[in-house]
């Protein structure tokens, strides 16, 4: 069954981990949201009125999407996997993303770009 997720840090082409992703297919994406840069050189998704910059991810086994629960902290409660309207172009669909509860308690710095890279490239 094909799996769509919204990607939008170290999941990203060309990042740390993209490689857990394979040859997925990727288009570029946005979604409403807060992108938060935290301090052990991750960023999270939460929520809020800005716009967060990423890929629209298609992932053609669903079992993927359960070894990606286990990097992304989920049994532990660092991120919850959730649904999420992304827009692609001018279209809306549905995805899963990794979401943050309260990204500033874990010393998360707010990245008013939207953008994951802004890090690096201010």
């Not at 989920?74 to 172009?89: F, K, P, T």
């Amino acid at each position: 069954m094909i799996q769509e997720l919204f990607v939008y840090g170290t999941l990203l082409t060309g990042e740390d981990q993209a490689g857990l992703l394979g040859q997925a297919s990727r288009i570029p994406a946005t979604t409403r949201g807060t992108l938060w840069g935290l301090p052990a050189g991750y960023p999270a998704l939460a929520g809020g009125h800005g716009v967060v910059h990423g890929e629209l991810v298609t992932l053609a086994d669903r079992r993927l999407l359960e070894i990606l629960d286990r990097y992304e902290g989920v049994d532990e409660g660092l991120y919850r996997r959730v649904r999420i309207d992304v827009l692609v172009g001018l279209r809306t669909q549905i995805a899963w993303a990794y979401r943050m509860e309260n990204p500033r308690a874990r010393g998360g710095r707010l990245l008013r770009s939207g953008r994951w890279r802004s890090l690096r490239n201010p």
